[in-house]
């Protein structure tokens, strides 16, 4: 959530910490808080689509250095949207500033935009090295927090919410967790940092209760609001209100951080919340009768309310003694409670899937609010969304989701967190959060988004433009599917998912339909279905057929499926080089990946591969990334191409992991890297030739030759019905076809034969 000011207020008195020389501990670390940490705190690349090889290092150091001070971390991930809506304002407007960001970072400016593929390559890496880590269905920060109480240990974060709980073990505010200088010597290792405990705040104002530090989280702010009652009894208190820019909650000036002081002094003053509580309702009672515009009955009504509706917020910050993430670490299991909230929507394989982070946030949005945020890349602002591309695969991912629901004749959702939650029935559709907590979400009839509109089974009634989706060359054509629109039952409205992205440089909420595709798959059969049938499913989306996936490293299959895609779709379209540029850069990382130490290619000995040549090339390569600071401006072209191309990967992705994986899982981290992918563009561009990049490499030439062919062989490549400079482009591309090819001379079926060896991977089942 986060409390307005608090973290400058807090972090400013370094009596409030103590120093402790961290090790030999249990650390519960904030998932999120520890990857946008580590990414913008270390000047990795945010302009040319991330360098999730560095960032996937990065990851490995924080690890080891935590191994070599035997600390031993258990990771806890957000999940979806707050089903009660309390937070969807806030959300939206980190959205809409990050839509701004995002178009400062393309025209060079300062902005701060986190790449698309961050949190994947977060979760692959933990997961390769046995760091345990669980995903909430929600927010979980409280579910952190009762874990924390449980197990007596402290966490690592950087939300200011953990000012406000009573840990035990104490909160480990990242600024001052140096863990990249290791003291002491082996094997006693320890890391500097500044341990926070709510006692040693409350001891410094006249041992202040401190379960009221919860009401001046709520009083200050937080990411649910402030209550309307604040501003009233502040001005009474004769408290520094903060400025507009602050009421947003992302300011934290210096009149915020009085504010605070001046709050805590004044509430130290009682025993407890409840006596507090009653003088807030005696002052705002008062205001009722004898303040301005008239007083009134009503107003002395709405003043009344204040003490139950900030009891009621007081409670996010009530910790439970157990924790229902307890089992999970102990023994890869939910404990039957939190087995509900977890499960509840989707069959009990992909709820357990997605707690451990195998599915993305984006399953329990569609299944539970049936809503997307679409997060903005570094793009061309001129031009649609990067998503837009991508529409046709998060229809199939929301047909998989919603049409099973809408085939039952009710639905039973669990809204709320562990310990507030509500089981929800509602015949016919899917019964929505703001059905039961009595929100709204804004019509689209109004300008500035506010105007009121209840949601029901299917699309909402009124003041919505139903946006029909149909990906290019037929994969979902309205026309000629055979599956037609999906209906709610007992209705003959579509059944839609409301996303939100990016137009231009404003938020936009778009009506998109899930289209089934023709070949009907049950989500509740998925365990069932033989991996052919969820293979073609999968490949029906993308419009790849099987045998251009033939050449291709398994590790490398997902990729060629999406760039095939990406290729029909995209638009503009890319360029040769673009595709050429794209490539290499995965040649990269595949040469890169199977030269790591334990990896499955070094187990066997391959004499007529000469290993100190590819990593020549992969040197070669390497140092032709763009670099921090150099003059020349980012393409936005082929940012923009690049950024359509993530969109795809990370929505087939998302469809893969739902399927069950019947392709393998590729490695996120070696895939692109978007400083090397654009300075090989601009290499390219200069008039430098793949083959000369890749001399020297058998293995690498071979693999590049075979990627760039089986792209430019697929119909959806040479096919360009317009006979415009699309067609010409690909007429060029059929001339250098025999570029990028390094020695060998091989058959393509012995070249596909040795790489399949040498890459050792498991079959697809």
């Not at 270390?42 to 290092?57: I, K, V």
């Not at 562990?418 to 019964?431: D, F, K, N, S």
């Not at 929100?439 to 689209?444: A, H, I, L, M, Y």
Request: charged share 20%; proline share 5%.
């Amino acid at each position: 959530m986060g409390v307005h000011g608090l973290t400058t207020y807090v972090e400013g008195n370094k009596q409030f910490f103590q120093d402790v020389k961290f090790r030999d501990s249990v650390l519960i670390i904030d998932g999120c808080s520890l990857y946008f940490r580590l990414y913008f705190n270390h000047s990795l690349d945010q302009q040319h689509g991330g360098d999730y090889d560095a960032f996937s290092t990065l990851l490995d150091q924080f690890f080891s250095a935590l191994a070599a001070c035997n600390i031993q971390p258990f990771v806890v991930l957000d999940g979806g949207m707050d089903p009660s809506d309390k937070k969807f304002s806030t959300l939206r407007a980190r959205l809409q500033s990050k839509i701004k960001e995002a178009d400062c970072l393309s025209h060079g400016r300062h902005g701060s935009v986190l790449p698309f593929l961050t949190r994947d390559v977060f979760i692959q890496v933990l997961t390769q090295r046995g760091v345990p880590l669980v995903q909430c269905p929600a927010e979980a920060d409280w579910e952190i927090a009762c874990l924390a109480h449980q197990w007596n240990c402290p966490v690592l974060t950087n939300d200011s919410d953990f000012y406000i709980f009573d840990l035990p073990g104490g909160y480990l505010p990242f600024r001052f967790f140096n863990w990249t200088n290791l003291n002491g010597r082996y094997p006693h290792h320890w890391i500097s940092a500044r341990r926070y405990t709510a006692h040693l705040l409350c001891r410094c104002f006249r041992g202040m209760n401190q379960q009221l530090l919860p009401l001046c989280a709520v009083l200050s702010g937080n990411d649910y609001g402030t209550p309307k009652c604040a501003e009233t009894l502040f001005a009474m208190l004769d408290l520094t209100w903060p400025s507009d820019g602050m009421k947003g909650g992302r300011g934290t000036g210096k009149p915020s951080s009085s504010r605070i002081e001046g709050l805590l002094c004044w509430l130290s003053s009682f025993p407890g919340p409840a006596e507090a509580l009653g003088e807030i309702s005696r002052l705002l009672g008062e205001s009722g009768r004898h303040g301005g515009r008239g007083g009134g009955r009503k107003e002395e009504t709405t003043m009344g309310q204040a003490h139950s509706q900030l009891w009621a917020a007081m409670q996010e910050y009530c910790i439970q003694t157990k924790s229902s993430l307890a089992a999970w670490f102990s023994g890869g299991k939910i404990a039957p409670g939190a087995m509900v909230s977890l499960t509840a929507p989707l069959p009990e394989c992909l709820g357990l899937a997605a707690a451990g982070g195998l599915l993305s946030p984006l399953v329990w949005d569609v299944v539970v609010m049936r809503r997307v945020l679409l997060y903005p890349q570094v793009e061309n602002s001129k031009q649609a969304s990067s998503h837009d591309c991508a529409r046709a695969i998060r229809q199939a991912i929301y047909g998989l989701l919603l049409r099973r629901r809408a085939q039952k004749g009710a639905d039973t959702l669990v809204l709320g967190k562990g310990r507030g939650a509500q089981m929800v029935e509602r015949p016919g559709g899917i019964a929505l959060a703001q059905d039961v907590v009595g929100q709204d979400t804004p019509s689209q009839g109004n300008r500035d988004g506010t105007g009121r509109g209840r949601r029901g089974g299917g699309v909402q009634a009124q003041g919505l433009q139903v946006q029909k989706s149909v990906a290019k060359d037929g994969v979902f054509g309205g026309q000629g599917n055979s599956g037609g629109t999906a209906l709610a039952e007992g209705s003959t409205a579509p059944i839609c998912v409301e996303e939100y992205d990016r137009q231009h440089l404003n938020l936009k909420r778009n009506q998109v339909e899930l289209l089934p595709p023709s070949q009907a798959l049950s989500l509740d059969s998925l365990l069932q279905a033989p991996l052919p049938v969820r293979r073609k499913f999968l490949l029906e989306v993308l419009g790849v057929q099987d045998s251009v996936l033939a050449f291709s490293s398994p590790n490398l299959c997902l990729a060629v499926g999406v760039t095939v895609f990406w290729l029909r779709v995209a638009s503009p379209s890319p360029s040769l080089l673009q595709l050429q540029a794209l490539i290499l850069g995965m040649v990269h990382g595949e040469v890169a990946r199977n030269n790591q130490p334990g990896a499955t290619g070094n187990q066997f000995s391959i004499p007529q591969l000469n290993w100190a040549s590819e990593q020549g090339v992969w040197g070669r390569l390497d140092r032709l990334r763009v670099r921090p600071g150099e003059r020349r401006g980012l393409d936005i072209g082929a940012a923009h191409g690049y950024s359509q191309w993530q969109a795809c990967l990370w929505s087939a992705s998302c469809l893969n992991h739902l399927l069950l994986q019947p392709l393998p899982t590729p490695h996120m981290s070696w895939l692109f890297s978007g400083s090397l992918v654009h300075g090989l563009l601009n290499t390219l561009s200069a008039g430098r030739t793949a083959e000369s990049l890749l001399g020297g490499g058998p293995l690498s030439g071979q693999l590049y030759c075979s990627l760039l062919d089986a792209l430019r062989n697929c119909s959806s490549v040479t096919q360009d019905s317009s006979g415009g400079r699309g067609a010409k482009r690909n007429r060029r591309g059929r001339r250098g076809r025999g570029r990028g090819r390094g020695g060998g001379g091989e058959g393509e079926a012995d070249l596909s034969n040795r790489f399949a060896f040498l890459m050792n991977e498991e079959g697809f089942e």
